[in-house]
């Protein structure tokens, strides 16, 4: 079958007038077809929007160039939660909103708000729950800006809140006096929290000094002690740490007690002066050692997936297989990741088989625990401490791993240079606690 071809010939118009004229021509034929497509289409989010009478309107795309730490800073000024932020860039006068984006998925995105802005700088706080990441500027009408290179941001250690106070049944004070006590929640703590757990007291209607003891109820054990003032109406409070003298105290149930000492009592003679030759003692109170009210339950390691987790089958487990050193423990992919016991972090990086890891050697002995196939690097770096409970990054596919899942390591000491043991015993006992 024959083709047809089709010649283009300018108009002679275009012709006659030499090249000169010919080149102009041509950009001005071009020039209206980019007007006539530049009416057509709609604006780009970068250069503009529609308002609701069909007219145009310019959206500033915000851009961030640089994120540094100004006050609340981890050591060497890195960022941590609660820590104030000083972002630096373009258009930013209009930002209200910073995304920390986190790792995979929007699961774990969390919102700051800005608290002072200018076109070019703009300052705010990183949520307690922020995660390591890019940030996302947020401008006026919904621009966004580009995410930023990842920032490692360090979690904030746990807090033991505040404890609730209630009247304590049974007390027996001095008439008119009040005695109320509270044990902070959870009532399940692990020894290496920053703040372990805290015991608070009020007196109404008078001021004493006590003697707040912590004691195995089981044995009576006295574990720690602590004399303190309580002025009428003012609540004073006491933290253990979880030492019991010079070592950390054993897993079990623990329990605070109170003595209150209210002093002697002065009297009076015959003309109303006051006197201590006839002095009597105050009424006193204790706390019964078997009394469970301000109880808790201690113990020394916490899991460290906490989400939806289990522990494969037998080349999950350690040996299976391929000389395994470790469990694996199957979650989803950004599940968090958190210390199973507080120490110092001795290696934090990124290996062809393990993906991005991290070693914490334990405080008060034990061997070394690693953790490995995080999604992304832990904002954790040698020599830093970590507490038990602390987020230290989230579960990846990083390395040789063909699901998303925590390879945990236990050694008898220094990783590499002792031996590894099956962590599989005590991962299922942490389990059942935490």
């Not at 006197?275 to 003692?281: E, H, L, V």
């Not at 105050?282 to 390691?301: I, K, V």
């Not at 890891?357 to 070394?368: A, L, M, Q, S």
């Not at 989230?394 to 008898?412: I, K, P, R």
Request: net charge positive; with cysteine.
């Amino acid at each position: 079958m024959a083709v047809r071809t089709t010649k283009f010939r300018l108009p002679q118009v275009f012709l006659r007038g030499g090249s000169s004229t010919l080149f102009a021509a041509i950009a001005t034929f071009f020039t209206a077809i980019a007007t006539l497509i530049a009416f057509a289409a709609p604006a780009s989010a970068a250069d503009g929007a529609a308002g609701q009478n069909g007219a145009t309107y310019m959206v500033i795309t915000p851009k961030i160039a640089k994120i540094e730490c100004r006050r609340a800073c981890a050591r060497k000024r890195s960022i941590r939660a609660g820590s104030l932020l000083r972002v630096t860039g373009e258009n930013l006068s209009a930002v209200g909103q910073v995304v920390f984006l986190g790792s995979t998925g929007d699961a774990d995105d969390t919102i700051a708000t800005v608290i002072k802005t200018g076109g070019k700088s703009l300052l705010l706080h990183v949520p307690p729950d922020a995660s390591t990441g890019p940030l996302v500027a947020i401008g006026a009408n919904g621009a966004r800006s580009k995410p930023s290179a990842p920032v490692a941001v360090r979690p904030a250690p746990p807090v033991i809140g505040t404890p609730d106070l209630t009247p304590l049944a049974g007390f027996q004070g001095p008439a008119g006096v009040t005695l109320d006590t509270g044990t902070s929640t959870p009532r399940v703590v692990f020894f290496g929290a920053k703040q372990l757990v805290r015991f608070s007291l009020r007196l109404g209607g008078a001021s004493a000094s006590a003697i707040v003891t912590l004691i195995r109820p089981g044995t009576g054990e006295i574990i720690a002690s602590w004399n303190v003032a309580v002025p009428d109406g003012q609540v004073v409070s006491v933290d253990w740490n979880g030492m019991a003298g010079a070592l950390p105290a054993t897993a079990g149930r623990y329990a605070f007690r109170v003595a209150m000492d209210f002093g002697t009592a002065p009297t009076q003679d015959a003309a109303g002066a006051p006197t201590t030759a006839a002095a009597t003692p105050a009424a006193s109170f204790s706390l019964s050692p078997s009394d469970t009210r301000d109880a808790f339950d201690l113990y020394g390691y916490v899991f460290p997936v906490r989400g939806k987790h289990n522990f494969g089958q037998f080349a999950a487990s350690f040996g299976g297989g391929r000389g395994h050193q470790g469990q694996d423990i199957l979650a989803a992919c950004n599940a968090k990741l958190v210390a199973a016991r507080g120490g110092t972090v001795i290696e934090s990086r990124s290996h062809s088989a393990a993906g991005n890891f991290i070693v914490i050697r334990p405080d008060f002995g034990g061997g070394d625990n690693a953790y490995m196939h995080l999604i992304s690097p832990s904002p954790f770096k040698p020599g830093d401490h970590v507490y038990t409970g602390q987020t230290i990054g989230n579960v990846g596919q990083t390395g040789h791993a063909s699901a998303c899942h925590l390879h945990f390591e236990q050694w008898t000491g220094e990783i590499w240079r002792t031996r590894p043991v099956d962590p599989l015993p005590e991962l299922l006992a942490w389990d059942q606690v935490s």
